[in-house]
Each structure stands twice: as structure tokens, then as C-alpha cells.
């Protein structure tokens, strides 16, 4: 079992950046693909970003390439989402969540851990 607690968000300006925090207690990550997924009101859970577990692989939404960056510190435990040029499209409720299997999946579902969310919001 592994806990997972999201920090950073907040309220920003278009164009501005925000860095995301996921820290991992009860188990390394090294065991699980991470990846970071946003909800905005009244819609679904989405995709952003995922890493694999030994950082070789990463995969972004097409929505935020070249702004988004997607790391991890195995040894500190830690997951994060450095976000860059940020836009009102861009605000949710941003989850850190941890996968047994694969490099790093683009469904929810595939998820066996989830954090409680962080909120980010982008005003225009």
C-alpha cells in the first residue's frame, strides 16, 4: 500500500507556472509508473502526463507539451509536474497516481493509488 499527498497548487495568471509535488509514503515508488491526471468541474478525470519507473520513459497530453515536465526522485519519493505557460484550460484538480503495471498508462482505471488532489486555477 502506498500513500500519496499532492501539494503546490494554486491560483495563477495566464502564462504564469506553478510546480506540482506528489510525496509517497508506506512503499518506494520505484515499484509503480506514475503519472499525473487533472478534473475540471463537471468532467471527467483526464490524463496530463506519466512517467516510468526509472524516469526512461514520459508521455504528455498533447495539450501540454513542451510546457508541461513530468519527474521523479526514487530516493526522495517525490513525483512531480512542472508547469509552465499555463492557460485557463489548464485548471482542475490536479492527482498524482501510482500504477502496478505498465510504463506509464493513459487510463485512469489502470490506476491502483490515488492521492486527494491538488486545485489549480488559471485566471485569464
Known amino acids: 500500500q502506498v500513500q500519496l499527498v499532492e501539494s503546490g497548487g494554486g491560483l495563477v495568471q495566464t502564462g504564469g507556472s506553478l510546480r506540482l509535488s506528489c510525496a509517497a509514503s508506506?512503499?518506494?515508488?520505484?515499484?509503480?509508473?506514475m503519472g499525473w491526471f487533472r478534473q475540471a468541474p463537471g468532467k471527467e478525470r483526464e490524463f496530463v502526463a506519466t512517467?516510468?519507473?526509472?524516469?526512461?520513459?514520459?508521455d504528455y497530453t498533447d495539450s501540454v507539451k513542451g510546457r508541461f515536465t513530468i519527474s521523479r526522485d526514487n530516493g526522495k519519493n517525490t513525483v512531480s509536474l512542472q508547469m509552465n505557460g499555463l492557460k485557463p484550460e489548464d485548471t482542475g484538480i490536479y492527482f498524482c497516481?501510482?500504477?502496478?503495471?505498465?510504463?506509464?498508462?493513459?487510463?485512469?482505471?489502470?490506476?491502483?493509488?490515488w492521492g486527494q488532489g491538488t486545485q489549480v486555477t488559471v485566471s485569464s
Open positions: 512517467i516510468s519507473r526509472s524516469s526512461t520513459t514520459t
Open positions: 508506506g512503499r518506494t515508488i520505484s515499484l509503480y509508473a
Open positions: 497516481g501510482g500504477a502496478r503495471y505498465g510504463l506509464g498508462p493513459r487510463n485512469s482505471f489502470e490506476y491502483d493509488y
